[in-house]
């Protein structure tokens, strides 16, 4: 008698990671000078490679506090529009507030889920997700929706984490907190930072989708800080994930873990500051 696997439960996941950056969304905009200083080299891979233009009309799925749907909308200009969307409706208003902010009327937001955009058909001239589509349980028809609403010969962008070998400011954290919770080995068809980091996954999630000969790129992610305890201090407050995973533990365990965390992630630091290693694919495809 074989021993029941666990299955994966994609609408309690959706319901939590809304929670989640409800919750945890204004910490990720308060530390946004230092995520886009890591990411900021990715946003612009991009929309180069989405070709964005001034005039056009641009989607950013699970846009978060607002990149990129603010930067592909100082490129629009004033003649174009962007629609910056995320399931979590906290976080969705934080990016309205950041375009304000920046004088950018063009940008509209909405609360959506980036698994089913309700949005009419050839819509748009490119769509945009950094970060977003290894978190959706259904990778696939999310493309199959985005290339549903682009128009002809329009660009899908997409950025992701490589490999956990490739993103030490990321794999070192998790394994610890997975060994410190006690947490199971993911089942299949779970979502996370690393679900779609090998580039041949990738490929085949773009052509399952409709697009072909998708173009993919890896682009250095190098995490950098003064130190690794100001390293922790960005993780624990803006990658909501890393808390997610550790939920169950009583306050003072999750206090150790973020200090074993710390320690380990030392090896990283030098005279010049801390930095550990990061990397992200950037996958691009026309319709």
Request: proline share 8%; charged share 25%; aromatic share 8%.
């Amino acid at each position: 008698m074989t021993e029941h696997q666990p299955t994966f439960d994609a609408e309690k996941y959706k319901n939590a990671q809304r929670e989640q950056w409800n919750k945890d969304g204004a910490a990720w905009r308060y530390w946004s000078p230092f995520l886009e200083r890591w990411y900021g080299g990715v946003t612009r891979q991009m929309l180069d490679l989405a070709r964005i233009q001034p005039g056009q009309h641009i989607l950013d799925i699970a846009a978060g506090a607002g990149e990129p749907a603010v930067s592909a909308a100082e490129r629009v200009g004033p003649g174009g529009c962007v629609l910056a969307t995320d399931i979590s409706e906290g976080i969705v208003e934080l990016a309205r507030q950041l375009a304000h902010e920046r004088g950018l009327k063009q940008v509209k937001t909405r609360a959506m889920d980036g698994e089913k955009p309700d949005l009419a058909d050839g819509t748009f001239d490119a769509v945009l997700c950094r970060l977003g589509l290894m978190y959706m349980p259904h990778p696939v028809t999310a493309l199959r929706e985005w290339r549903r609403v682009l128009k002809p010969g329009g660009h899908v962008a997409v950025a992701v984490f490589s490999s956990p070998d490739r993103n030490a400011w990321g794999a070192v954290p998790a394994s610890i907190i997975r060994r410190r919770a006690q947490l199971p080995t993911p089942v299949p068809g779970q979502p996370g930072p690393f679900s779609l980091g090998d580039p041949g996954v990738l490929e085949g999630i773009f052509n399952e989708a409709g697009f072909a000969s998708p173009e993919i790129r890896a682009v250095p992610v190098p995490h950098r800080t003064t130190s690794a305890a100001e390293y922790v201090q960005v993780a624990r407050e803006a990658f909501g994930g890393f808390n997610a995973m550790m939920a169950q533990l009583p306050p003072e365990e999750r206090e150790s873990v973020w200090d074993e965390v710390e320690v380990a992630l030392r090896r990283f630091e030098s005279p010049d500051g801390f930095e550990a290693p990061g990397e992200c694919l950037v996958v691009a495809a026309t319709k």
